[in-house]
């Protein structure tokens, strides 16, 4: 069966392993899939099991949210 986690663990990654950034289904800038990844690690267990068990799907999270588009919402909705 064809997971998410499975095609994480396909994708390419940069050279420091934080996950080749959005796109996980496309090469647009960004999916909807990559905005629910970044929805995703915000819920359990949350962003530091995310960074150490699934650096990939970290990592599109990551670059979800630095989308320009779409980084006002995250500003008001996730605020640090």
Avoid: Q
């Avoid at 934080?18 to 909807?32: D, M, Y």
């Avoid at 699934?54 to 980084?71: D, F, N, Q, S, Y």
């Amino acid at each position: 069966m064809y997971t998410l986690y499975a095609h994480a663990r396909a994708a390419p990654v940069d050279d420091d392993g934080s996950g080749g950034g959005c796109a996980v289904v496309s090469r647009r800038p960004f999916s909807a899939l990559d905005l629910y990844i970044a929805v995703m690690t915000r819920w359990r267990p949350r962003r530091a099991w995310f960074a150490a068990h699934a650096p990939k799907l970290h990592g599109i999270a990551l670059a979800a949210e630095r989308v320009p588009e779409i980084a006002g919402v995250w500003r008001r909705n996730f605020p640090e």
